[in-house]
């Protein structure tokens, strides 16, 4: 996720207030967000800053729905370009979720979800949308062209992959494993891709990334 995309349709103000808000959240967690600070960092008062927003937790309900809304959008990108290959849109998902997991300090989880419980259910409420929907999509794919398992029962492989997420991306995972968002990750769909891959679907995606060596781990 590009650190300057716009982040919904709203005045160029509140726009640089999510933004700047986006920032903090992401480097040091909820906590670490005050309006006082807000309004340092933009200059303006805080006055101002809850004429837009009524409350910090605004703010980062907000950021939360647009990554939400965003992500989809630029996995349907990726599904919907015929230039690309079954394993390259493999690698191509993977990169987009890593990349914006690699901006994610592990202690921002633990900060959402002691701070604002709410905002933890709705990041949940999002991996259960988005997940089955996309691992879906790309495993019937696979298995159309040959690449995934002919015998892979999709929806029950996408809900494994949703629990799975939603097990190790816990905070208390996290502290155990003592693993990054982005490492856990990386671990964890080489593992997922080596059970549903067929032989020549495997073959296939080691021969893309031994052109694209730093695409995705190896299965």
């Not at 370009?81 to 690698?91: D, I, V």
């Not at 993977?94 to 990349?99: D, Q, R, V």
């Not at 809900?159 to 190790?168: D, I, P, T």
């Amino acid at each position: 996720m590009p650190d300057k995309a716009p982040i919904a349709s709203v005045s160029k103000l509140a726009q640089r207030i999510l933004e700047a808000a986006r920032e903090r959240i992401f480097r040091a967690g909820l906590r670490a967000l005050t309006m006082d600070d807000l309004a340092h960092d933009l200059g303006v008062s805080k006055k101002t800053l809850y004429v837009h927003f009524p409350s910090k937790e605004a703010i980062a309900e907000q950021i939360v729905e647009f990554i939400g809304r965003t992500m989809r959008a630029r996995f349907d990108s990726i599904f919907d370009n015929t230039k690309l290959s079954f394993s390259e849109k493999m690698c191509a998902i993977g990169e987009l979720i890593g990349t914006m997991l690699a901006k994610i300090n592990p202690a921002v989880l633990r900060d959402f979800q002691q701070q604002a419980p709410a905002l933890f259910q709705k990041i949940d409420e999002l991996r259960k949308k988005n997940i089955p929907y996309v691992f879906g999509r790309l495993l019937r794919e696979g298995q159309a062209a040959g690449l995934v398992r002919a015998d892979v029962d999709v929806p029950f492989a996408s809900e494994f992959w949703l629990q799975a997420v939603r097990g190790l991306m816990h905070p208390d995972t996290l502290e155990r494993t003592e693993l990054s968002p982005r490492q856990t990750l990386d671990k964890a769909i080489g593992i997922f891709l080596g059970g549903v891959l067929s032989s020549v679907g495997r073959k296939d995606y080691e021969n893309h990334l031994k052109k694209h060596p730093h695409a995705h781990p190896s299965v």
